[in-house]
Nanobody, 128 residues
């Protein structure tokens, strides 16, 4: 089992920045691929970013376009999502997820079905 707790969400103006954190506990964090997903009202959940267990591979949703950066600190069992140049369309609930597999292939890191453990989500609201 892996327990995930997200933090760092909130209200920010367009153009601003937020840093989301996801603290993991339970099984060995360093062996898990980690991902951030989001879901806006009335829309399907989509990939935001994901990172392989060692941090050597990162993938991003097409909409990110260089604005976000995912990173991880295996010593602290934490994964981060730095979000810059936020837009109103980034408003959504952001979820952290863990896949207990040593994935490094892009298509696996982006696949929601590969993630077994999910956090409760943190709301990000970007005002115009």
């Amino acid at each position: 089992q892996v327990q995930l707790v997200e933090s760092g969400g909130g209200l920010v103006q367009a153009g601003g920045s937020l840093r989301l954190s996801c603290a993991a506990s339970g099984r060995t964090f360093s062996t898990c691929a980690m991902g951030w997903f989001r879901q806006a009202p009335g829309k399907e959940r989509e990939i935001v970013a994901a990172i392989s267990w060692g941090g050597g591979t990162t993938v991003y949703g097409d909409f990110v376009k260089g604005r976000f950066t995912i990173s991880r600190d295996n010593a602290k069992n934490t994964v981060y999502l730095q979000m810059n140049s936020l837009k109103p369309e980034d408003t959504a609930v952001y979820y952290c997820a863990a896949a207990p597999k040593p994935y490094t292939r892009d298509y696996l890191l982006k696949s929601q079905t590969e993630y077994n453990y999910w956090g409760q989500g943190t709301q990000v609201t970007v005002s115009s």
